[in-house]
């Protein structure tokens, strides 16, 4: 993509499947192995349009879809997930603007803190994120693989 322009924030709409499972595929490579249902970005969509869709944001601009941010809130913290941006339009605010709109939207709820989860070897992303206010909380990250996913 080209776009030069300023682009616009919006939620998600089911008419922006294809677009976002392209744009998820070029900024996530894991994502392109579908066969795998924790990197299924088509299972990501539903999964999320099942659970708090209206904190599903894509910017858009005159060439289509160039991001994208999930949040969530469960009541005691807020999340951030799925910040991607066409890699041609990289290092122009968008990943910023997209932020910011999530932490907003997630302020409205009365959420008082957001987490997010950063590979260890994405320096990179870190400090994106750090360059935004991002700390990090001196804590270890577990999870568990639960259903499908466990398997895989």
């Known amino acids: 993509m080209t776009s030069h322009a300023t ?11 294809d677009a976002v499972v392209a744009l998820w595929q070029d900024a996530f490579p894991e994502y392109r192995d579908v066969t795998r249902p924790q990197r299924n970005p088509r299972l ?3 999964n999320k349009l099942a659970t708090q869709p209206e904190l ?8 289509g879809i160039v991001g994208t941010i999930m949040a969530g809130y469960d009541g005691h913290r807020g999340w951030l997930y799925s910040l991607a941006v066409d890699t041609s339009l990289r290092r122009r605010g968008i990943g910023t603007q997209l932020v910011a ?5 997630l302020t409205a709820l009365g959420c008082p803190k957001v987490n997010l989860q950063v590979l260890s070897a994405k320096a990179d992303v870190r400090g994106f994120y750090e360059a935004l206010g991002y700390r990090m909380d001196e804590v ?3 999870g568990k693989r639960l259903g499908e996913t466990a398997q895989a």
Do not use: N, Y
């Not at 599903?56 to 060439?63: L, P, Q």
């Open 7 to 17: 682009p616009s924030i919006r939620c998600f709409d089911a008419a922006d499947t």
């Open 44 to 46: 990501s969509i539903a």
């Open 56 to 63: 599903f944001f894509v910017a858009e601009a005159d060439d």
């Open 101 to 105: 709109h999530a932490e907003r939207a």
């Open 140 to 142: 270890v990250s577990l």
